[in-house]
């Protein structure tokens, strides 16, 4: 019951996860469109005044709704990776309960329902056999490779080349995207409750960085 009811949260809270990532992808557009001031850009002048080809209240008031989605969105995923852990460690004892009680038998089921579970199940069970987010897209730039490539914001990434976790994770990240330069790095994504394989190919472009975006880790 109590997994149920905490399979039910984590999937409303999916939901609600989904809406914030849209309502920012909307804003960064909004931000980012030619000619925009962009997530950071200068609101100001060269000589220090206000700037006219912009309407500097609404980007003001565009830049703290973000701020307060990126929170929003922080808050709920570290709710949802608090469930998938108590999901997981209900799954662990459940599992283990099954083969003390059936016999060597039920360990040989547990075992081959193990290796499937990822065809059939909900996003929380894929969690459990392939290992939990450990960062997630909180900005991208538009017209970068990692937006030419399919990355989305909002994305986490449960893989990215051979990062699959760990410490030193950012120093890590950024060494696979050099070490990959313009070579198709495979990544292993989880989007608003579904799995994605994809490749981002690290290269050089008009803007910053290989990739053009930015990795909060969880």
Same mark, same amino acid.
């Given at each position: 019951?109590?997994?149920?009811? $905490?399979? @039910?949260? #984590? ?25 925009? +001031? ?11 005044? +206000? ?5 500097? +209240? ?5 830049? !703290? *709704? ?6 929003? !969105? =922080?808050?709920? #995923? ?11 460690? @209900?799954?662990? #004892? ?5 083969? %003390? ?12 329902? =193990? ?12 969690? /459990?056999?392939?290992? *939990? +987010? /450990? ?17 989305? $914001?909002?994305?986490?990434?449960? %893989? /990215? ?8 994770? $950012?120093?890590?990240?950024? @060494? ?7 070579? @198709? ?15 981002? #190919? ?8 290989? $990739?053009?975006?930015? /990795?909060?880790?969880?």
């Amino acid at each position: 019951m109590v997994a149920t009811n $905490l399979k @039910a949260e #984590t999937m409303k809270l999916m939901e609600k996860r989904s809406g914030i990532e849209e309502e920012m992808n909307v804003i960064i557009e909004r931000l980012c469109q030619p000619g925009g +001031p962009g997530l950071s850009g200068n609101l100001v002048d060269s000589e220090g005044f +206000p700037r006219t080809d912009i309407d500097i +209240p609404t980007v003001r008031a565009d830049r !703290h *709704r973000l701020a307060e989605l990126r929170n929003d !969105h =922080k808050d709920i #995923t570290e709710k949802m990776s608090q469930n998938i852990e108590l999901l997981h460690s @209900a799954k662990h #004892t459940t599992a283990t309960s099954s083969v %003390k009680d059936s016999g060597p038998s039920a360990g040989m089921s547990v075992s081959l329902d =193990k290796s499937v579970a990822i065809d059939a199940s909900s996003a929380m069970d894929a969690d /459990f056999d392939i290992g *939990r +987010p /450990f960062a997630i897209v909180d900005e991208i730039t538009e017209l970068s490779p990692a937006a030419e490539d399919g990355l989305q $914001l909002g994305d986490q990434i449960l %893989k /990215f080349g051979n990062v699959e976790g760990g410490e030193s994770l $950012l120093p890590r990240l950024a @060494a696979e995207a050099q070490q990959k330069q313009g070579e @198709a790095v495979p990544l292993v994504v989880l989007r608003q409750g579904s799995l994605i394989n994809l490749t981002v #190919t690290p290269r050089t472009w008009s803007g910053r960085g290989l $990739l053009g975006c930015h /990795f909060r880790i969880l």
